[in-house]
């Protein structure tokens, strides 16, 4: 897995290219622990995020995390796409970083407004994001960047599986 950056991600410029909706890349980093993204706001680069997650997760032999990263993601980045005020040179960012049995998700955008977690009512259809954020995370939380806006990141570490105690009978 390479880094990346991106060539192009508007998909109202390129609406014949399904790939246009993911970030078109050219690797960067050949030591392969982290992966850097940049999208639209438009919500099927979601679906394409998640992908992108999947197939480094593999990679780095970290797929006991991808339910929990793939949605913490997914919470992320819609929140980003539908709240931040992005223009063409303000583009969302992911990053997602490897360490040793561990992965940081990182969403980068231009807007300084933070988003805080809230109470749904029972009908509601949205507001329950980052709920799911807190509660499958290790950590997660909300820093400046260089630039405008934010970066609001997650942290998921492989569960430690300790061996069985054999009884002594």
Known sequence: ????????????????????????AEPLDPTGSRVVLRWSPDPR?????????????????????????????????????????VTPEQVIETRYFRSSGALRIEVHDGSPERPQPRAAGPDASDGRGLLLVDALADAWGVAERTGPGKVVWASLSVPLVRPVEKDGS
Do not use: Q
């Open 1 to 24: 897995m390479t880094e990346h950056t991106v060539r192009r991600t508007d998909p109202e410029k390129y609406p014949s290219d399904a790939a246009t909706h993911r970030a078109l």
């Open 45 to 85: 680069c979601v679906a394409y995020a998640r992908l992108e997650l999947r197939k480094a997760l593999a990679d780095w032999g970290l797929s006991v995390l991808e339910d929990s990263a793939v949605l913490i993601l997914s919470e992320l980045l819609s929140n980003a796409g539908l709240h931040a005020r």
